[in-house]
Structure formats: C-alpha cells, structure tokens
C-alpha cells in the first residue's frame, strides 16, 4: 500500500509539472512580442526608390553570415513557433504574428502573413466580407478593388504585410470544398478579379501572395493527390490566372499548393517554379509555400527554386546546412534565393507609405458599409415569379423558416475565418428590417414540419433560409486519409462534399412549404453549386446568398424588399445532373485533369444545364442591339474594338453585366465553343441605352502548341457574342476575322 501511494505521489507530480508546463507554454504563446514590419526611420539613410533598395538587398545579403542567409527562408522556430500558433488559434481563437527573417543586426524588420480571401485574419475584429465566389459573382473588379483596398489597410493596422490573398484556384467541379474562397471557374474571370485585388493590396504594402500554385482543386486528398494534366490544358486552362496577376498584377509573390502536378510536389516542382514562372514569366518576386506540410525535401525546393519555407524552420534549417556542408547545394543558390526575397520584400518595409493607418479604421462604419454594399451585388436571383420584391412589411406577418436561418455563417472555420465582432444573420437582418417598418417577424427552425406548414399558411410571406455551414464545406479541419471511398464520411469538419444535393432535412422542408404560401423565397446560403432538379420548378422564387460576411442579414433583408435591385450573376454553372461533370473523387491519390470543365464542358457536349454560367436575374429587364466591331478583318498584332447598346428596357434602376465571348467554330484543332473573353458592369436607369465596349488583344485568342512550345494564333473567321449569360439563347452574334497581313 505504500508503495502504491508513492508511485500515486510520484504520478501525481509528474502530471502537475506536465499541466504546469502546458499552461506555461500556452502563456508564453499567446504573450508574444509584436515587431513593426516597417523599417525605422533612421534604418537606412538614402533609400528612396525602388532602385535603392534592391541595390541595398544586394548589399545586405553579402554582408551576412550563412546563418543569416538561411533565417530569411523560413518561419519561426519550430517548437516555439507550433506552440505559438497551436496556443493562439485553438485556445484563443486567434491567428497569431509568425515573424519571418527579422535581422536586428542589419536593421532588417520581419515580415508577417495574414490570410485574406474575405478579409484581415490575424487579429480578432477586422471586417468580415462575403466569401470571394461571391464577390466573384458580383463581377465587378471596381468592387473587388474597394474590398481590397479596405483589407490591406485593416493588415496593416493589425501588425502584418503579407497577405495569402487572392485564392485564385480555378472551380473544376463544384463539390470541391474551398470554393467559396476562389472567384469561380473562368480563367478569365479569375485573372481579372485576381489582378484587382492584388494591385489594390499592394498599395499599402502589403504583399500580395496569389494562392495555391497550382492546381489545387480538391481539398480533402489536397496534400498527398498526385494531379495529372497535359501541356496545353495546363497552360490554357489552369495557369492563365496565375500569370495574369504576376505579369499584369505584378504581385510580390506566391504560394505554392500542396498538391504534386505531375509527379512532383508543387513546392518541389522546377518546371512549374522556375521553367515557367520564373522562365516563361518572367517573375520576379519570391514563392512561400502552404503552411505546415509544403516541403517535403529541402534540397528539392532549392533546385526547383522555391524560397520560404512556412510557417516553422524544418526542411530550410538544418537540412540545408548540411546540404551545403556536403557540397549537394552551393552556398550561390542561397544567396540567389535571399536576394529575391529582400529585393521583392524589403520596398514594403521601407518606401513611404501612402497613408496613416489609424486603428479606428478598422472594422468603421465606412468598412462595414462596403462589406454591406458587396453581399447586395453579389446576391444572384435564379428565379422570380412575380413573387420578389415583397411589398413594404408594414402591418404584415414574415415567417424566417430554416436550420441556418439564425447561425452566425460566414464560411468555414479555416485560414480565412475572419472573427469579426458581430454577424448578422438571415433571421437578425429580415427582423431588423421588418419590425423597423411595423411588421412582425417570426423565426422556426424546420424542424418541426408540420409546425413549418402551419405557420407558412399564417403569414403574408415565407423566406426559407436552407444551405450549409462550416461543418459542410470549406477548409478540410481533420486526419489526412488516404485509400477512403468519394462517399465514406470524413473524419473532420469542412472539406469536400459528397454530393451537389442540399441535406435531406432541407430537401424535405421546401417539398414541404413549396405550395404553402404564394409569397415563398428560398434562400441559398453555401459556397458553391447545388443540385436544384427535384424541387426548383415548384417554388416560386429562389435567391443564391451565399456565405455573405458580417453584414449578410441587412443585405439580404435589402434585397428581398426591394431597397436593392439584385445584379449579381453566377460565376460557375449549376449542372441538372452532377453526372456531367467531370470526375472527382475527394480521396484521390492520383486524378487527371482534362481540358473541359464548366461552360467549356456543357457546350462542346451540348448538355443543358440548371443554371448557365453568368446567368442572374433583375427586377428591371435589359434589352441587348447586335454587336459592333470597329474592324472586323484583322491582324495577329491588332486590337479586337466591340461594342454593344443596353437598354433598361424596365421600370426599375439596376445594374447589367455585359458578357462578351469568342468562338472558335473554326478552328482545324479541338478548341471550345466560346470562351468569356471581356465582361463589364454598368448601372442604367429605366429607359436608358447605354454603350458598353471592349478592348481585346488578338493575342488573348492564342491557343499553346505544345508541339512547338509556343502560342498560335489561328488564321480563320470567329465569332463574337454578347449578351447576359454564357446561353447561347442569351447571346446575339457577329463575326471577324484574323489574318497575317494587313487587309
């Protein structure tokens, strides 16, 4: 017994000095010292260009030791860096500074990440905007430009200058679960929102870092699948983005995915990191990669010319001293990588900067205000029966029916959670709106469904609130598990779905409600495509929300009653069947990527979809004239000029998004139908035409000879479509043609 109460005793210290240690470690984490990103004032004397400072990055990099050199690759240290970001982001629920390559001895600050697909993440209560697939179906840049604008001054006020922002990963199939933070599934589309947010950012200096180089399309088997794709179909269906926001956007810098292309980890991938990149591109700025598993070998990502390593010191420390020690890597290479990064980093730390960044900014009234401003445009009404606007509420009874109708649902709980101070919900915004004006809301779960029926046949309209959460979609928070089945439940929260339906329960509630009251709105809130078929021909409004930000709510309830005429439209197709579209499997080790997908795919096999690709409704109605082309024979080094009368042939105000795309009937090799190739948004009042034009390079109608390694323009006639969606009924038509020589 003595024995037994002294080993209790020994025990029972030992678990004290565990617990002790823990608390101490998790203390210490969450206490951290915060460093300025900006260079002291007195730092460096004379450096007032950008010239001067990449002659200073030179100066700076032969002036350090190897040691030095190595610490501008990589994070934090690896066991106070885990506990760090494991004590803040688990315990406080907070993201917290990783410091990277601060130099006290030359002067050099640290630089630090912050995630930025709908907002400022490190730090709690920056602005909460909708998730980025609905600014993209918005498809206003000049939008997505304020909303950039806004996020690069709140990283700023909250200690950080390095944003993992834009996700521009292209929308293969929409079961994939990160969609909701990428713009949709058009090259184009993508590049153009891409180059807005990036130049947009960067003018507070704050490094804009384009996410996840490259195609990472399928989030649960995002770290080990082996992606397959063709040389042409990589560089014309999944690279042009990327290119468009180095070469157009001049962004500082990228980060590499997870995911191996061809073979190879994309941290470890010299043709997709130097070959092309840097080669054909001609980049500049530096790579970082994913966090926590996004190197696998050090001395691969030297070779391949990768040059952080995030967010802990792990393949970048010891193993690439020895590596130098033994000769495997060259102390040159080093040097070539630091002088990339110092040279791309350090114009942010030091150049002047083009405001003051006042903390009371942050989340302000003007902040919010926009983040209200983009949930409104980017709302896409599918369908409307006469049914939306509801009339003014006053003296009128709302039923807000739903499982989600009341849950705080900005997206998922990954990297871009954003933790605003406040979000309102469907239910909180439509209560706001209608008792403000003498109407009575009334809020039911649906769970009950007679209890549902009952009151849909008491009240003079029903907003039907269905979608998903952070536990559907989203970031893959969980085990990584190799060899499971497409259908075989996850292990965590978020990642891929398993299908395009909506959950049963919601299923059964519309099936339910949908002829119970004339006055039925149903209300989509999630990230991505769903299956509508069984049920959409039955009710007679529905209305895509999406994850809509902090003030979600009050823009919902602005919509539904008419303040705000919806103009958002969708930016990926809805399919009828998910069976038409291509292969996915959210536990692939291996997956092949083909050249269709999206509009591309729907059109060359002439199914129909759901809902086409830029497809919204208005309260007003728009009337389009034929297109004009300023010249229509013209030469591989011209400008393609069109033009196109609108009409608000309604009697509301609103806004249209003029589509234009080319076709390629034509053409002696497989090409797509059309392809978007110019958009624009305009506001017209009822009654008014207004002229939208386009301005397009011929050299954006190149197709890549993989044979030749190069870009062809063909010699042919094409077409030229405009109109408001990518439905060929929705479309009017013109040709030109392209020739070598001058006509």
């Not at 393949?315 to 000769?327: C, D, F, S």
Request: with cysteine; proline share 4%; glycine share 10%.
């Amino acid at each position: 017994m003595k024995l037994l109460l002294k080993v209790l005793k020994y025990l029972g210290i030992f678990l004290l000095a565990i617990v002790l240690l823990i608390s101490l470690s998790v203390i210490i984490a969450v206490n951290y010292k915060e460093y300025d990103v900006r260079a002291g004032a007195d730092a460096f004397p004379g450096i007032e260009t950008k010239q001067d400072v990449e002659e200073l990055a030179v100066k700076l990099v032969s002036e350090m030791t190897l040691e030095e050199k190595l610490d501008q690759m990589y994070g934090e240290g690896y066991f106070w860096g885990i506990q760090k970001f494991v004590g803040n982001f688990l315990v406080i629920k907070k993201f917290p500074h990783i410091y990277v390559g601060r130099n006290d001895r030359l002067n050099i600050p640290p630089w630090v990440l912050s995630d930025g697909p709908r907002g400022a993440v490190v730090v709690k209560g920056s602005t909460s905007f909708p998730s980025a697939i609905a600014r993209g179906a918005s498809w206003d840049t000049d939008l997505e430009r304020r909303v950039a604008d806004v996020v690069g001054i709140e990283m700023r006020i909250n200690g950080v200058n390095y944003a993992a922002a834009p996700c521009i990963n292209l929308l293969r199939n929409p079961l994939w679960g990160r969609a909701q933070e990428t713009y949709g599934e058009d090259p184009w589309h993508l590049g153009r929102f891409g180059v807005a947010y990036v130049q947009s950012i960067q003018q507070h200096h704050v490094m804009a870092c384009p996410k996840h180089y490259a195609l990472n399309s399928i989030e649960n088997s995002r770290m080990y699948v082996d992606v397959s794709v063709g040389e042409r179909t990589l560089r014309e269906v999944y690279l042009p983005h990327f290119k468009k926001v180095i070469q157009e956007g001049g962004t500082a810098s990228l980060m590499s995915a997870y995911n191996k292309v061809n073979g190879d980890f994309c941290g470890e991938n010299r043709y997709l990191l130097t070959d092309i990149l840097r080669d054909d591109w001609g980049f500049k700025g530096f790579v970082s990669t994913d966090w926590l598993m996004g190197l696998h070998d050090g001395v691969k990502g030297v070779k391949a010319g990768l040059d952080v390593e995030m967010p802990f010191k792990n393949h970048y420390g010891k193993e690439l001293e020895e590596a130098i020690a033994n000769g495997s890597v060259q102390e040159a290479e080093i040097n070539t990588i630091v002088t990339r990064i110092l040279k791309t980093r350090l114009p942010y730390a030091i150049l002047p900067d083009k405001m003051e960044y006042n903390p009371e900014l942050k989340a302000s009234e003007n902040h919010t205000a926009l983040a209200r401003e983009v949930a409104e445009k980017s709302m896409v009404l599918l369908k409307n029966e006469g049914v939306l606007p509801l009339s003014k509420p006053a003296g009128k009874k709302v039923a807000v029916i739903g499982r989600i109708a009341d849950v705080e649902n900005t997206g998922d709980l990954g990297s871009s959670n954003v933790r605003s101070e406040y979000v309102i919900t469907p239910y909180q915004g439509i209560k706001r709106y209608v008792e403000g004006m003498g109407g009575a809301v009334l809020l039911n779960d649906g769970s009950d469904l007679e209890e549902s029926i009952k009151l849909a046949g008491e009240v003079d309209a029903v907003i039907l609130v269905v979608g998903f959460t952070r536990e559907d979609e989203g970031e893959y928070m969980g085990r990584i598990e190799k060899g499971k089945d497409h259908n075989a439940p996850a292990s965590g929260i978020g990642g891929d779905r398993q299908n395009l339906k909506l959950h049963n329960s919601d299923e059964q509630l519309i099936m339910a409600l949908k002829t119970v009251n004339p006055k039925t709105v149903v209300t989509f809130v999630g990230g991505s495509a769903i299956i509508m078929e069984g049920w959409k021909e039955d009710v007679p409004a529905i209305l895509y929300a999406w994850y809509s930000g902090m003030e979600g709510g009050n823009a919902l309830a602005r919509v539904i009653f008419g303040d705000v005429n919806p103009s958002g439209k969708l930016p990926f197709s809805i399919p009828g069947d998910e069976n038409e579209l291509p292969e996915f499997n959210r536990y692939a080790e291996s997956a092949s990527y083909g050249y269709y997908h999206g509009y591309t795919l729907f059109d060359k096999k002439g199914s129909l979809t759901s809902f086409p690709f830029g497809y919204g409704l208005s309260y007003t109605s728009f009337s389009y004239d034929a297109p004009m082309i300023q010249s229509t024979g013209l030469t591989v080094n011209d400008t393609l000029r069109v033009s196109v009368n609108v009409t608000n042939s309604g009697d509301v105000d609103g806004e249209e998004i003029v589509q234009m795309y080319v076709g390629f009937s034509n053409s002696t090799i497989d090409r797509p139908v059309k392809l978007l190739r110019g958009f624009d948004k305009v506001y017209i009042n009822p009654g008014q035409a207004v002229t939208v034009s386009f301005d397009l390079p011929v050299e954006e109608l190149a197709w890549y000879n993989p044979d030749s390694r190069s870009w062809e323009i063909e010699m042919m006639e094409y077409e030229l479509y405009t109109g408001s969606s990518s439905s060929r009924e929705d479309l009017q038509q013109t040709t030109f043609s392209i020739s070598s020589v001058s006509k």
